[in-house]
């Protein structure tokens, strides 16, 4: 297996982290399916991942983010490609 250059694994093990780490708000949003996650990870991956449309931060004040569908489906490739389970 080929090597991952280490910036590139920071991002993909970031979003996949993201992802599995994620939890739901519905009692404050309509849509119980969006998916949050806390935004302890390096804030320059996550701008990165914000850059790509995986992620959405809102306000820098806000210790959350939302997971987009596109960040959602980049995820689950992910989550192939690490060979690792998904909920």
Not at 49 to 55: Q, R, V
Not at 68 to 75: F, R, S
Request: proline share 0%; hydrophobic share 35%.
């Amino acid at each position: 297996m080929d090597k991952t250059d280490a910036k590139i694994a920071m991002e993909e093990l970031t979003m996949m982290l993201i992802y599995l780490s994620h939890f739901t708000e519905q009692d404050r949003f309509a849509n119980k399916d969006d998916k949050y996650a806390w935004k302890g990870y390096n804030f320059d991956v996550l701008n990165k991942l914000d850059e790509k449309d995986y992620i959405r931060q809102g306000s820098h004040r806000a210790k959350s983010m939302y997971i987009t569908k596109e960040g959602e489906v980049k995820a689950k490739e992910l989550l192939e490609k690490y060979n690792v389970a998904d909920w």
